[in-house]
């Protein structure tokens, strides 16, 4: 099942509890004045951050969601319960965006824990009326209705380094050799489906599903997966050395960044030359030399995944940028 990273749902905050209209009798007494308790708050509605990416599959089926109810007041001026909390949880990094007031929640931290919907104040019971002046009040008010709306959620990942290149440039291994991610990985011209995420030392790297020519118009994946690149800090371009026009290759993801916009073309960007394994050293020091351009003033590394050295040679290299770049 495919990714789900766009889902609309409906969410009601909890109704305030009634005030009452009560009076204050002891056993064997007469009655002595107002004792009509206030009604509880409603319920406020929370988002919190969760790892999971996949946790938008919880709203496939269920679209409609309520924090409790206040309870109503009661005898001898008790206050009603205030209604339960609802927290619901998505995926850290969606955007939640109320339809009703254009209002945004950006959940960014695992943990992240955001009200996003108030519940309804309590009614006021008849004993908060009472004064010297009316000192048999008949009155309550009740419950205030709890906030509602439709609320738009997108998932945008939110990642140290996102892998970026064409399909089959070699990302899914390399982020499977790099974490303990277990990617879709193949042998033919092949684009992930959907991102992965993988940490290693604390930090958070994701394979950006293969980006082709026209993706910035909606060819291919397109939009769909540009936005997920959109807050990363780093984008480590990987460019496979058994690829016959490297320089195209990196060009063709250059404009379709460029052409989406949105910051993307300013983020600090490292190389990645992978599938070193499929060219001898000659081959190699020709291909780094046709990228001159390109990796002048960059930070570039060359990787095989069949190659442990240098696949530690690398964590350790992206480690230490990643420690250096705010």
């Known amino acids: 099942m495919a990714l789900l990273d766009e889902i609309t749902i409906y969410v009601k905050a909890g109704k305030g509890g009634d005030g009452v209209v009560r009076w204050r009798q002891e056993k064997g007494k007469p009655l002595s004045g107002p004792g009509g308790g206030n009604g509880g708050k409603g319920g406020d509605v929370f988002a919190e951050a969760v790892p999971d990416i996949a946790f938008l599959d919880f709203y496939r089926q269920s679209k409609k969601f309520a924090a409790k109810n206040g309870d109503a007041g009661s005898n001898f001026g008790?206050?009603?319960?205030?209604?339960?909390?609802?927290?619901?949880?998505?995926?850290?990094?969606?955007?939640?965006?109320?339809?009703?007031?254009?209002?945004?929640?950006?959940?960014?931290?695992?943990?992240?824990?955001?009200?996003?919907?108030?519940?309804?104040?309590?009614?006021?019971?008849?004993?908060?009326?009472?004064?010297?002046?009316?000192?048999?009040?008949?009155?309550?008010?009740?419950?205030?209705?709890?906030?509602?709306?439709?609320?738009?959620?997108?998932?945008?990942?939110?990642?140290?380094?996102?892998?970026?290149g064409l399909p089959s440039a070699g990302k899914s291994s390399l982020l499977n050799a790099l974490t303990?991610?277990?990617?879709?990985?193949?042998?033919?011209?092949?684009?992930?489906?959907?991102?992965?995420?993988?940490?290693?030392?604390?930090?958070?790297?994701?394979?950006?599903?293969?980006?082709?020519?026209?993706?910035?118009?909606?060819?291919?994946?397109?939009?769909?997966?540009?936005?997920?690149?959109?807050?990363?800090?780093?984008?480590?371009?990987?460019?496979?050395?058994?690829?016959?026009?490297?320089?195209?290759?990196?060009?063709?993801?250059?404009?379709?960044?460029?052409?989406?916009?949105?910051?993307?073309?300013?983020?600090?960007?490292?190389?990645?030359?992978?599938?070193?394994d499929l060219v001898d050293e000659d081959e190699l020091k020709e291909k780094v030399k046709s990228l001159k351009a390109i990796l002048k003033g960059k930070t570039y590394f060359v990787v095989s995944v069949e190659d442990t050295d240098s696949v530690k040679e690398l964590r350790d290299g992206l480690v230490k940028y990643l420690n250096q770049v705010k």
Do not use: C, W
């Open 180 to 276: 303990n991610a277990k990617s879709k990985v193949a042998a033919y011209h092949f684009t992930t489906l959907d991102p992965h995420l993988g940490a290693f030392y604390n930090f958070i790297i994701a394979d950006i599903p293969g980006i082709i020519e026209g993706a910035s118009e909606g060819k291919g994946l397109g939009v769909k997966f540009l936005r997920h690149v959109s807050r990363t800090r780093v984008l480590a371009h990987v460019i496979s050395l058994e690829s016959q026009d490297m320089v195209s290759d990196y060009e063709t993801i250059r404009t379709e960044i460029k052409k989406y916009g949105r910051g993307l073309e300013t983020k600090d960007e490292i190389i990645i030359l992978s599938k070193s």
């Open 78 to 164: 008790k206050k009603g319960a205030d209604g339960e909390h609802l927290v619901l949880k998505f995926p850290v990094g969606s955007i939640l965006k109320n339809r009703e007031t254009g209002e945004e929640f950006s959940l960014e931290r695992i943990g992240e824990h955001k009200m996003i919907l108030k519940g309804g104040r309590g009614g006021l019971g008849n004993e908060y009326f009472k004064s010297s002046r009316n000192t048999t009040p008949k009155e309550s008010t009740g419950g205030a209705i709890g906030e509602d709306a439709t609320f738009d959620i997108e998932l945008q990942l939110v990642a140290d380094i996102g892998l970026v």
